[in-house]
Structures are given as structure tokens and as C-alpha cells.
């Protein structure tokens, strides 16, 4: 127990928690423009892999985060579709990480973001992945509640046909908001590749789904989507401190799931998702 709260182990939460924070605030521009996309996870995994794959063929860990980013074609907008995608994204990551790295499970080592000499000179740049994601949040954030793009997505989750009587184009800003779910989850993935080094398989663990817990505590913003994931990242942090000290191990394991039910039985009835959040919209003809 002496080491929790220690410098270290702060910023271990704030590492770890990255891939959670950024996926529940994607999935928070999605549903607000009224699409459930539950395909985080297969696109975490697919980013992972685009990643790891740009980064060893060409050397560079910068152009394998950039694909990992624009990954974002395996984007799903409903539940079945979303289903699909994940179950996809497991196959695909197999047969591929088999035909470059002749491995169905593991990849090469790549380049990390720690190996840029250019950062080593600034300590506050030596993880750019947090700054990122803290300006991320506050960027989000400002674009939901300050533009009029977040004043117009908003409306179109709430009540499109409302929205369309007003001229605002329904099915473009969900698909906006799609794109952004899909660039935010795919720098997520981006972050797993780098800072492991390697693509392995279902190396996402349930990210995804976390992340999308994650958005639901926070009530669908972007600083209660952050806050949501450094608790579960502070969950899985702990899970590491105990895990050498116990005897236990798989129920040590368990304890980021547990808190996921155990949070989420105990919010989900106090959170008001968009009124019209998973409901296709078709704009009647006249």
C-alpha cells in the first residue's frame, strides 16, 4: 500500500487511463448526435494493428499513429452493425498479423514515442499522448457546449425531426460525429500499439466496452468521460500494484469489470441519455 498515491504511481493512472478516456469521448460526439456506436472495441483493436503494421514497414511510429487515426471506415452506427464490427476486427487483426508478422497472435517490436529524442529535452513532453488527450477533453467540451456545431449535434440527438424543420442536416452531423468517435478511438488504439511496442492479439481487453461505461457515468460529456475513465484507470492501476503481492491473481483481475457492473448499477438509472440516441432517423418524404 505505500506505493499508492506516489508520483509514479498518479502518472501510471493518468498512462493507462488514455485508452478509456479517448474512446468515451468519441462515443460521447457520437451519441449525442444520436448513434450508439458499441464497435470501440473492434476499432481499438483494428487502429492497434494499423499502427504497429505503418510503424514497422516504414520505420516510422509517427506515420503508424497517423494511421491508426484515419482507421475509421470500420465505423458502425447501430447495435448489430456494431456487433459485427467487433467480431470482424478480431479476425481481420489475426489473418493480417499472420500475413506480415507470420504470427496470428504477436507482432514485431516497433519504434515507441519514448524513443524521440526531440521530447527527452522537454519532461512535460516526454508523454505527449496525456497533453493531447487533456486538450482533447477541453476542446470537446467547448465544441459541445460553445459552438454552434455542438449546439446543432446536440439537437439532432435530442429531437431530429425537429432539428431538420430548422434546416439542420440530420444525417451529416451524425456522421460528423461518427468520423470523430472514429479518429478519437483510432488515436486510442494509435496509443496501445506505441506504448507496447507490439500488436497483440485482443490486446484491446475490453476497452472498448469500458470506455463506453465510461461515457455513461460521465453523463455524456467530456469532462465527466475523463473523469469516468481515470477511475478505471486508477481501478487497473491497482490491479497491477496487487497483482505480485497476491495470491489471487484472477480475481485480482477481475477487479476493472467488477467496477464497471458495480459503477454502472449504481448510475446508469441517474444518467438521461439522448431522447433519441439509437433511433435511426428517415426524413419523411413530401
Same mark, same amino acid.
Given at each position: 500500500?505505500?506505493?499508492?498515491?506516489?508520483?509514479? +504511481?498518479?502518472?501510471?493512472?493518468?498512462?493507462?487511463?488514455? &485508452? #478509456?478516456?479517448?474512446?468515451?469521448?468519441?462515443?460521447?460526439?457520437?451519441?449525442?448526435?444520436?448513434?450508439?456506436?458499441?464497435?470501440?472495441?473492434?476499432?481499438?483493436?483494428?487502429?492497434?494493428?494499423?499502427?504497429?503494421?505503418?510503424? +514497422?514497414?516504414?520505420?516510422? &511510429?509517427?506515420?503508424?499513429?497517423?494511421?491508426?487515426?484515419?482507421?475509421?471506415?470500420?465505423?458502425?452506427?447501430?447495435?448489430?452493425?456494431?456487433?459485427?464490427?467487433?467480431?470482424?476486427?478480431?479476425?481481420?487483426?489475426?489473418?493480417?498479423?499472420?500475413?506480415?508478422?507470420?504470427?496470428?497472435?504477436?507482432?514485431?517490436?516497433?519504434?515507441?514515442?519514448?524513443?524521440?529524442? +526531440?521530447?527527452?529535452?522537454?519532461?512535460?513532453?516526454?508523454?505527449?499522448?496525456?497533453?493531447?488527450?487533456?486538450?482533447?477533453?477541453?476542446?470537446?467540451?467547448?465544441?459541445?457546449?460553445?459552438?454552434?456545431?455542438?449546439?446543432?449535434?446536440?439537437?439532432?440527438?435530442?429531437? &431530429?425531426?425537429?432539428?431538420?424543420?430548422?434546416?439542420?442536416?440530420?444525417?451529416?452531423?451524425?456522421?460528423?460525429?461518427?468520423?470523430?468517435?472514429?479518429?478519437?478511438?483510432?488515436?486510442?488504439?494509435?496509443?496501445?500499439?506505441?506504448?507496447?511496442?507490439?500488436?497483440?492479439?485482443?490486446?484491446?481487453?475490453?476497452?472498448?466496452?469500458?470506455?463506453?461505461?465510461?461515457?455513461?457515468?460521465?453523463?455524456?460529456?467530456?469532462?465527466?468521460?475523463?473523469?469516468?475513465?481515470?477511475?478505471?484507470?486508477?481501478?487497473?492501476?491497482?490491479?497491477?500494484?496487487?497483482?505480485?503481492?497476491?495470491?489471487?491473481?484472477?480475481?485480482?483481475?477481475?477487479? &476493472? #469489470?467488477?467496477?464497471?457492473?458495480?459503477?454502472?448499477?449504481?448510475?446508469?438509472?441517474?444518467?438521461?441519455?439522448?431522447?433519441?440516441?439509437?433511433?435511426?432517423?428517415?426524413?419523411?418524404?413530401?
Amino acid at each position: 500500500m505505500d506505493a499508492l498515491f506516489t508520483l509514479a +504511481f498518479l502518472t501510471q493512472i493518468a498512462r493507462i487511463s488514455i &485508452p #478509456y478516456a479517448l474512446p468515451a469521448l468519441g462515443a460521447t460526439f457520437s451519441e449525442r448526435g444520436g448513434v450508439v456506436n458499441i464497435a470501440l472495441e473492434g476499432i481499438l483493436l483494428v487502429s492497434a494493428f494499423a499502427t504497429t503494421a505503418a510503424a +514497422f514497414v516504414t520505420g516510422s &511510429p509517427m506515420f503508424g499513429i497517423l494511421c491508426g487515426v484515419i482507421c475509421v471506415t470500420l465505423k458502425a452506427d447501430q447495435i448489430v452493425s456494431g456487433i459485427a464490427v467487433n467480431l470482424f476486427a478480431v479476425g481481420i487483426t489475426k489473418f493480417s498479423c499472420q500475413l506480415l508478422f507470420n504470427s496470428s497472435s504477436n507482432s514485431a517490436r516497433i519504434a515507441g514515442i519514448e524513443q524521440w529524442s +526531440f521530447l527527452a529535452a522537454v519532461p512535460v513532453l516526454k508523454n505527449p499522448f496525456l497533453i493531447t488527450t487533456g486538450l482533447l477533453v477541453v476542446a470537446s467540451h467547448i465544441l459541445l457546449f460553445r459552438t454552434k456545431f455542438g449546439l446543432r449535434l446536440r439537437a439532432v440527438g435530442e429531437h &431530429p425531426e425537429a432539428a431538420d424543420s430548422l434546416g439542420v442536416n440530420v444525417a451529416r452531423l451524425r456522421y460528423a460525429g461518427l468520423i470523430m468517435c472514429g479518429g478519437l478511438t483510432g488515436l486510442a488504439g494509435a496509443w496501445l500499439a506505441v506504448d507496447q511496442h507490439s500488436f497483440t492479439d485482443g490486446m484491446s481487453a475490453g476497452r472498448g466496452f469500458i470506455a463506453l461505461a465510461a461515457m455513461i457515468i460521465g453523463k455524456w460529456t467530456p469532462i465527466g468521460a475523463l473523469s469516468a475513465a481515470l477511475l478505471f484507470g486508477f481501478a487497473e492501476s491497482l490491479t497491477i500494484q496487487l497483482e505480485s503481492a497476491s495470491r489471487y491473481l484472477q480475481l485480482v483481475q477481475m477487479i &476493472p #469489470y467488477l467496477l464497471t457492473m458495480i459503477v454502472l448499477a449504481g448510475f446508469i438509472g441517474r444518467s438521461t441519455a439522448p431522447a433519441s440516441v439509437g433511433i435511426p432517423y428517415e426524413k419523411e418524404a413530401i
